[in-house]
Structure formats: C-alpha cells, structure tokens
C-alpha cells in the first residue's frame, strides 16, 4: 500500500495551503536511501514564489536548488561516521541574518540519528527558539537513534510502513480511544459534557494521553487506507468496531481529522492544561466538515 506516503504528502500540502508551516519536521523514511526527491520537493513549495499559482518546474529558486547553489538552503550530512557540533555551529551562523530571496530559510540535517549529544544539544537551542522564517528539516531511517529532545521538538512525518496494531499497544488502550471516538464521531461537539466519564477518569496524565493520539493517528490512517483501497494496513478484524466512522465520513473529513489530531498531539508536548486542549481537540474535530 502507498497510503502512508500519500497521508504524508497531504499533510504537508495541508500545511502549505494553510500557511501552517512547523518550524521543524522529522522525516522518517523507511530504509537508509532517502527519498531527497521528496524532501526537496517540500523545500521548493516552501521557497518558490510560484508554488500556490502553479506547478513550477522552471523558476530560478527551483532551478538553483537542483544545482546545489541556492543560498537560503543548507544541507548537513554525516562527516564520516557522525555529524559534528561544527557542522551545527557553522549552520547558526550562516543563519544569523535573514532571508535574502524568500519568505524562509531552510536547512536539512540527513540522517539525524548520527548526531552525537554534543551534535544534539547544539542544535537544540535552535528548535526550542526557532526564529520567524528559519525551517528545519531532519531525516533520518532510525527512528530509535534520535535523540528524544531532538524528537519532541518536531512534528513527525512517517513514510515508513505502519506495523501492525498489536506489536505496539494492547487491547484494553486500543479499546478506550475506539470508545472515545465512536462518541466524539456521534456526538461531536456534545462529546465535551460526557469526557469526564467517558475519558478524563480513564486517561489521567499527559503520557497516556499522547499515546492514544497515537492510536488516533493509526486508526484514522487505516481508515483512509480503507477507504482508498478497502484493505486494514494496521488493523486486523477490526472493521466492525469501526463501521460506523467510516460510514461517516469521507476521504476529505478524514484527511482533516487526520491534520486536527496531529496538531493537538504536538500541542500536547508543551501544554499544561491538558483538560482545555481536550475541549479543543473534541471542538475543531467536530468542526471539520
């Protein structure tokens, strides 16, 4: 199945249209041959003056980027076996001064996982301070080497195959948040007066909380895989639990729900009432159309 490629490249179009571009994103990729055709593509429609008139193919922004001399892109990559602190500082200080040609800067660190802690916690000042118009992206094809605080840091977009389900939460976690969705899908913005009962009591502190975004994440992914392709990539004889979502919604509503649950689920990294952005989540959810 390409559902998880074509769930990526929405959510980032998404995020293009909707000027909502993160300061920064982790792409993970599936093996250690990085998909850079998608990664520069993202670029350009980051940077091209042209990209929400037409499909650019031959502007001068564009042109210069596939020639590797385009000024407000910088690219790190492993020296030897690791990336350095060098590398890193050298970054900051080309990106002390703004853009020259375009609304944004952006540098690429390939294969993040090979930043050392002296490599990580130099850059990660740059994350947690982003400056306005300065777009990082990291990619890395092992997840697990990150470092954490890198992590947290950026929004995660997976190229990578989901695993099944299973391997990854049990039953009784998979169980809640279906529960929960299945009330938030009928009753939508209703769905505030029941979390008590329904949520708050269950779920109690923000760990568990992220964890069943996570579980969001997987089953409307596999729904919108249904819907394209009416095959479970994730799940496995769970189409009953699910029916009633389904018949609810389309490719459009899921691709949306899809954008609201990430959103929430980064918002939740750094905000500390987490009972009002529950209140949120259930409202924008609701309001997608």
Known sequence: MIVA??????????????????????????????????????????????????????????NRIDNGNYPDLKIIEPDGLWIKKEQLINLQNQFNKKSIESEYMVYI????????LSAANTILKFLEEPEEGIVAIL???????VLPT????????????????????N???LQIVIEFLNILEKNKKNTIAYIDNDWNNIVKNREEII?????????????LNYILFNSWEIFENIENLLGNIIKLN?????????????????????????????????IEFSGVD
């Open 5 to 62: 490629n074509e769930i990526s490249k929405q959510i980032l179009e998404n995020a293009l249209n909707n000027n909502k571009i993160s300061h920064a994103y982790l792409f993970e990729f599936g093996s250690s041959l990085e998909n850079n055709e998608l990664v520069f593509s993202f670029v350009k429609k980051i940077v091209c003056p042209y990209k929400k008139t037409k499909d650019c193919t031959n502007c001068n922004i564009c």
């Open 109 to 116: 660190i390939k294969e993040a996982d090979k930043m050392n």
């Open 139 to 145: 990619t890395t094809s092992n997840i697990k080497n």
């Open 150 to 169: 890198i992590i947290s840091r950026c929004q995660i977009i997976s190229f990578k195959t989901q695993k099944k389900i299973n391997n990854d939460y």
């Open 171 to 173: 039953n009784d976690e």
């Open 211 to 223: 964890k069943c975004f996570d579980i969001m994440l997987l089953i409307y992914t596999d729904i």
């Open 250 to 282: 389309s490719k459009d509503t899921i691709y949306k729900k899809i954008n609201v649950i990430i959103d929430i689920k980064e918002k939740l990294k750094y905000n500390t009432n987490t009972n009002l952005l529950m209140d949120k989540f259930i």
